[in-house]
C-alpha cells in the first residue's frame, strides 16, 4: 500500500476538504477553518467547517468540526468564509447555503444565499449564528448565487467583498462597507465584460501598499498556456479602482479557492484549495476514505513587474533537515517530503518518475508520464515564463509545487507515486529533505539584565542613571534565531526574583521558549552595569556573587530538552568554576549524542575571572569540544597566542572545531572549514549601538545553517560558496542590527530583513 497521507500539508482526516476559510492568527496561533464534508469523500453529505490551529504554521492540530449547518439559514451547507481580529474577539462571516425542495434551476430560482456572522473569544467554539444580509438584500440583478464574503477594516471602516453571478450569467464582485460587522451596505460592484459567469472566493488585498482582487472566476475560456483547467483562480491589479491585468495565481491542475490574510509581521500570507471542483481527473485516496488538501501557506510579495511573487513561507526553511548537493545527470532516489533547489540558468529538465518538469524557449511544462500513471488522468500544464531565472520544488508524499523565477510562476498539482520516487536533472541541483518539526537552537548560559548608562563617554561615577534591559550572550543569540522564523530554547537558572520575571517575560516576547528555565530562592538573577567610555569601550561591573544561572547543575538538564535539537550554543561567561560548567559538560554531551551542532563564541569578559590565565584555559578547555567556534580578531591572540588567523584555524581544526567563525568587526568576517573558506568584507552602517552583534553574527548564521539543512556532519563540506553566502548573511544581519540601539530589540524579523537587502541578496 502506498502512504499518500500528506507530511506538511493540511488534509482532513477523513472526508472531502475543499476551500481554506477564516484564515487569521489570533489568540497567540494560526487558524485555518476549511470547508469540509466530513461524512463522504466525494463531498456528499453535510458541508461543515474545519479547524486547524498551529503555533507557527508548520505544525497543524486537527481540532474537530466547529459549524455545521444546524440552522434553516444554512441547512443545506456552512459555505465558504473569512475571520476578522478585532479588539480581541473573533469574527466569522460565511455563506449558509439553502436548496428549497422543488423544481428550481437553483441558479435564478430555489436557493437562498444568507451572509452570516459569529462573533467568538474561542476560535475553536463558534456559536450564535445571526444573519447579517438574505437574497432580497443583494441588487435586483444578481442570481441567487451570491457568497463567500471576505472581510477587512480599513480605517475603523468595516469593509465586504461577495462573489457572485448576475441574472444574466455574469460573473462579478458586490462590495460593502459598514460602521461595524453587521451594518454592511451595498456600495458597489467590481467586474469587468466577459470574464465568466460566476466569480467564487473574492479576496481584496494588499501587499506593499498595492492593491490586488483575488478571485476564482468560472467559465473562462480554456488557452494553452491560460485557464487550463476546468476553473480558474487568479488576481487583477487594482489600479484606480479599476480590474487590470487578471493573472493566475497557480498553473498547475489543483489549485482554486485561495484565500489570504496577515500574520502577525505583516506579511500576507496565502493558502489554496489545492483541487477544483468537477476536475476530470481524480484522485485515488477516495478509496482510502478521504480527499483533497490545502497548499502549503506561500507569503506575498511584488515582483518588479507589479506582479506578485509567491513563495513557500520562510518558516519552511526551518524544517530543512538535511541536503545533498547533486550533480547533473546523476539518478537518485528521493525520499518524500523534499524541497529542491535550481539555480542553473542552463536548466531544461527535472524528472520525477513518473513526472517530468522543464522548460524550454520560455515555457514551462508540468508533465505526467501514462506509462506511470501517477497522475490519474492529469496530463500537461505549460506556462509562459520568459527568461528562466531558478527553480523550487516542494514535494510532498502526494504533491508537488513548483516556483519558478521567484515565485512568479507557481504550478501546483496532486500526484500519486506507487513506488520510490528518482530524480533526474540536466542541472546541479541541491535536495533538501524537510523533516516533520522545526529542529531548535538550544543555547546555555547567563541571561541577565545589562544595565545600560543614560550618557556615554564617561567614566562608572558620572553615570547618574541605568536603564534595566535584556542581556546575556546566549539569549541575544537565541533572539537571532528566533526573529529570523527559528525555534529556541535557553538553558539557565534564574532568581525568584522580579528582575527573573522581566527576563522570561522578554525572552517569551522575542519567540524564545523558556520552558526549561529553572528559577531559585539561592541566588538573585545576575545584573550587569556598563558604562561607555569616551572611546566607545565598555566597561562592565557584574554582580554575580554568585548569581542565580551560575548555580545551574548538570542534573537538573532534562534529557528530553534535546530531543529536536540542531544545535547547541555556549559562551565562555558560565564556565568559571561553579555548578554551571558541569551543566555545560553535561549539556554537551547529550546534544552531541543526538548528531546537534555544537557552537561556541567565548566571548570574553575579563572582569569576570579571577586571572586572565583562568579564563583562558576554561576556554581552551571547551575549543575541543566544538564543532563551530566564533573567535574575534581582538580574541585570536589572548587565546591561542597567535596573530595569524590561518595558523590559529590550523591548530582548531586539529582539535577537532570543524567550522571557524573568524569575524573582524567592521572589516567584515571569513568562515573557514579544513577544505574551503568564504569571506565578506564590512558593510558601512552609521553604529549606534553594538550591543549584542556578535551574537547576531553567530545566531544568524547559525539559521543561516539551519536554512541550508546543515547538520554537524557536513560542517567539512560546506562549499566555498556556501561559506562565503553565510558570511555575507550574518555580515549583514549584524550590519542592521548596530543601526539601531540594544541587543535583541535591534534584531529584525527576517521579514524586515528582505526589505533591507533585497530578497535575491538574501
Ligand atoms: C468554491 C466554493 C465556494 C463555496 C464553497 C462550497 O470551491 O464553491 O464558492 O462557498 O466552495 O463548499
Excluded at 111 to 140: F, M, W
Aim: aromatic share 12%; net charge negative; with cysteine.
Amino acid at each position: 500500500m502506498t502512504d499518500w497521507k500528506q507530511k506538511l500539508h493540511i488534509e482532513p482526516p477523513q472526508g472531502w476538504l475543499n476551500d481554506p476559510n477564516g484564515l487569521c492568527f489570533c489568540s497567540g496561533k494560526y487558524h485555518v477553518y476549511f470547508q469540509y464534508a466530513p461524512d463522504s469523500a466525494s463531498g456528499g453529505g453535510r458541508k461543515c467547517w474545519g479547524h486547524m490551529e498551529s503555533p507557527d504554521l508548520l505544525t497543524w492540530e486537527y481540532t474537530g468540526i466547529v459549524m455545521e449547518p444546524d440552522i434553516p439559514e444554512d441547512r443545506n451547507g456552512v459555505y465558504s468564509g473569512c475571520a476578522v481580529v478585532d479588539k480581541g474577539k473573533l469574527h466569522i462571516f460565511y455563506t449558509g447555503n439553502v436548496k428549497n425542495p422543488g423544481n428550481y434551476d437553483y441558479i435564478n430560482e430555489g436557493r437562498e444565499a444568507n451572509q452570516i456572522h459569529v462573533v467568538t473569544d474561542d476560535p475553536k467554539a463558534l456559536s450564535g449564528k445571526n444573519i447579517i444580509l438574505r437574497n432580497s438584500d443583494y441588487p435586483d440583478y444578481c442570481s441567487c448565487h451570491v457568497r463567500d464574503p471576505k472581510v477587512w477594516i480599513e480605517d475603523g471602516v468595516w469593509k465586504m467583498v461577495l462573489g457572485a453571478r448576475t441574472r444574466d450569467s455574469k460573473g462579478l464582485v458586490l462590495y460593502y462597507e459598514g460602521d461595524g460587522p453587521e451594518n454592511f451596505k451595498f456600495v458597489k460592484t467590481y467586474q469587468i465584460p466577459d470574464f465568466g459567469y460566476m466569480w467564487e472566493c473574492p479576496d481584496l488585498f494588499f501587499v506593499d501598499g498595492m492593491s490586488f482582487l483575488g478571485l476564482s472566476p468560472q467559465g473562462l475560456e480554456h488557452e494553452e498556456f491560460r485557464n487550463q483547467n476546468v476553473y480558474s483562480s487568479g488576481y487583477f491589479r487594482i489600479n484606480d479602482e479599476k480590474l487590470c491585468d487578471f493573472e493566475e495565481f497557480d498553473y498547475g491542475f489543483d489549485f482554486y479557492a485561495p484565500q489570504t490574510f496577515e500574520a502577525p509581521d505583516g506579511r500576507r500570507l496565502l493558502i489554496g484549495w489545492m483541487g477544483i471542483g468537477d476536475i476530470p481527473y481524480t484522485n485515488p485516496t477516495v478509496e482510502l476514505g478521504w480527499q483533497h488538501c490545502l497548499t502549503l501557506p506561500r507569503q506575498l510579495t511584488i515582483s518588479s513587474d507589479g506582479g506578485i511573487f509567491q513563495n513557500p513561507i520562510d518558516e519552511i526553511l526551518n524544517l530543512r533537515s538535511s541536503r545533498l548537493v547533486y550533480a547533473a545527470g546523476q539518478k537518485t532516489e528521493i525520499d518524500l517530503p523534499c524541497d529542491i533547489v535550481i539555480k542553473d540558468t542552463g536548466f531544461s529538465r527535472a524528472c520525477f518518475g513518473g513526472l517530468d518538469v522543464t522548460v524550454n524557449d520560455g515555457i514551462a511544462q508540468l508533465k505526467f508520464d501514462e506509462n506511470y500513471g501517477w497522475g490519474y488522468g492529469r496530463d500537461v500544464r505549460k506556462v509562459r515564463i520568459g527568461d528562466f531565472k531558478n527553480i523550487r520544488i516542494i514535494l510532498d508524499t502526494s504533491s508537488v509545487e513548483i516556483y519558478i523565477n521567484g515565485g512568479r510562476y507557481v504550478l501546483s498539482s496532486r500526484f500519486y507515486p506507487d513506488k520510490t520516487v528518482t530524480f533526474e536533472c540536466d542541472s546541479q541541483a541541491v535536495i533538501y529533505a524537510l523533516g516533520g518539526k522545526p529542529m531548535k537552537l538550544l543555547a546555555i548560559g547567563e541571561a541577565l539584565i545589562d544595565f545600560i548608562p543614560d550618557k556615554s563617554g564617561c567614566a562608572f561615577d558620572q553615570v547618574t542613571a541605568f536603564a534595566p534591559k535584556l542581556g546575556g550572550a546566549p539569549a541575544n543569540v537565541c533572539g537571532a534565531f528566533s526573529r529570523l522564523t527559528g525555534k529556541s530554547a535557553i538553558l539557565t537558572k534564574l532568581g525568584n526574583d522580579p528582575f527573573g520575571d522581566k527576563i522570561i517575560k522578554e525572552l517569551g516576547e522575542a519567540g524564545i521558549d523558556t520552558s526549561d528555565v529553572i528559577r531559585t530562592d539561592e541566588a538573585n538573577t545576575a545584573l550587569a552595569f556598563v558604562s561607555l567610555g569616551e572611546d566607545g569601550n565598555r566597561t562592565f561591573s557584574f554582580y554575580r556573587n554568585p548569581s542565580a544561572d551560575m548555580l545551574l547543575k548538570d542534573t537538573e538538564l532534562s534529557e528530553e530538552v534535546f530531543e529536536d535539537i540542531f544545535a547547541l550554543h555556549f559562551c565562555s561567561v558560565s564556565l568559571g568554576d561553579f555548578p554551571m560548567k558541569d551543566a555545560h559538560r553535561a549539556a554537551i554531551n547529550f546534544a552531541r549524542a543526538k548528531g546537534a551542532i555544537i557552537s561556541f563564541d567565548p566571548n570574553l569578559r575579563f572582569a569576570l575571572w579571577k586571572s586572565e590565565d583562568d579564563l583562558r584555559a576554561a576556554v581552551n578547555e571547551f575549543i575541543p569540544k566544538a564543532d563551530i567556534l566564533k573567535i574575534s580578531d581582538e580574541e585570536i591572540g589572548f587565546i591561542t597566542g597567535k596573530n595569524d588567523i590561518r595558523d590559529a584555524a590550523e591548530e582548531f581544526f586539529g582539535q577537532g572545531v570543524k567550522l571557524v567563525v573568524y569575524t573582524r568587526g567592521k572589516d567584515g568576517a571569513e568562515l573557514m572549514t579544513r577544505k574551503a573558506s568564504g569571506q565578506t568584507e564590512g558593510i558601512a552602517v552609521k553604529a549606534v549601538d553594538t550591543t549584542g552583534a556578535g551574537d547576531a553574527y553567530i545566531g544568524s548564521l547559525l539559521w543561516y545553517l539551519k536554512s541550508i539543512g546543515v547538520t554537524s556532519a557536513d560542517l567539512p563540506e560546506l562549499t566555498a560558496d556556501e561559506l562565503k553566502e553565510g558570511a555575507a548573511f550574518a555580515n549583514r544581519y549584524c550590519a542592521v542590527t548596530i543601526t539601531k540601539p540594544g541587543a535583541i530589540p535591534s534584531y529584525p524579523t527576517l521579514q524586515n530583513f528582505k526589505k533591507i537587502y533585497k530578497q535575491e541578496d538574501i
